[in-house]
């Protein structure tokens, strides 16, 4: 079965730090890749997709996103996190061919002032 | 626009209670998803609608888990009789189109069960 798998569960750093969290994925078709963010007290909501295309993909509030296909991964990265960048992140994926989304476990990022 | 709607925030009941979970999602979406999220954990699909109709429904513990969405607008989700493993935040998402990825979701219902 399809899996997804972020291997930090807990990230703290130092504001402007660089922040690159991972995300691996067990299915060897064509997918389609998601990065969501939680902030607390908030819901859920998407920070950036891949479908096809430029495997650089950019998002909200500075994040980007590179899909790696030939390691199955597609990890998050931000040059300088901020004292707001602060959430929990989750790494979604999906089938072309099945619309269901996998979810990562989850990296809840701690980031201090 | 407005976001997609949940209510309760918050429950609280015993084993073997009951409890239901109401979903607004943003108007015009025709795909709407219930999750279960346990702590520690991504969620997992429990149900998916397109309109008024199951798309999805592999990993809904049937024997006590039931959901409705009449009219193809609002949908509702029971638990009946809760177990303690039930406590969990429950998700309610919607989408324009299935399969698109991009969901929006509501703040959730958290669920204790005692």
């Known amino acids: 079965a399809q899996s997804v798998s972020q291997h930090n569960h807990h990230v703290i750093l130092s504001e402007a730090a660089s922040l690159e969290l991972g995300c691996n994925y067990s299915?060897?078709?064509?997918?389609?890749l998601f990065w969501y963010v939680q902030y607390p007290g908030q819901h859920l909501q998407l920070l950036l997709k891949?479908?096809?295309?430029d495997p650089l993909v950019k998002g909200i509030k500075g994040f980007e996103a590179e899909f790696i296909k030939s390691k199955f991964s597609f990890n998050l990265r931000k040059p300088s996190v901020q004292w707001s960048d602060t959430a929990e992140y989750f790494c979604?994926?999906?089938?072309?061919?099945?619309?269901?989304?996998?979810w990562g476990a989850g990296t809840k990022l701690i980031i201090k002032p | 626009e407005a976001g997609v709607a949940q209510s309760p925030r918050y429950k609280i009941i015993e084993k073997r209670q009951s409890v239901a979970f109401w979903c607004n999602p943003i108007?015009?979406?025709?795909?709407l998803y219930w999750y279960q999220q346990i702590l520690g954990q991504g969620p997992k699909l429990l149900i998916q609608?397109?309109?008024?109709?199951?798309?999805?429904d592999s990993q809904l513990p049937k024997d006590r888990f039931s959901a409705e969405r009449l009219k193809g607008v609002d949908s509702t989700l029971k638990i009946q009789p809760a177990k303690l493993e039930d406590s969990a935040v429950y998700l309610c998402?919607?989408?324009?189109?299935?399969?698109?990825?991009?969901?929006?979701f509501g703040e959730g219902s958290r669920l204790t069960v005692l």
């Open positions: 998402a919607s989408s324009p189109l299935p399969g698109a990825g991009e969901l929006f």
């Open positions: 108007s015009g979406h025709a795909t």
């Open positions: 609608f397109q309109n008024n109709g199951v798309v999805d």
């Open positions: 299915y060897g078709g064509t997918v389609n």
């Open positions: 891949y479908f096809s295309g």
């Open positions: 979604a994926v999906n089938e072309d061919s099945n619309y269901q989304l996998i």
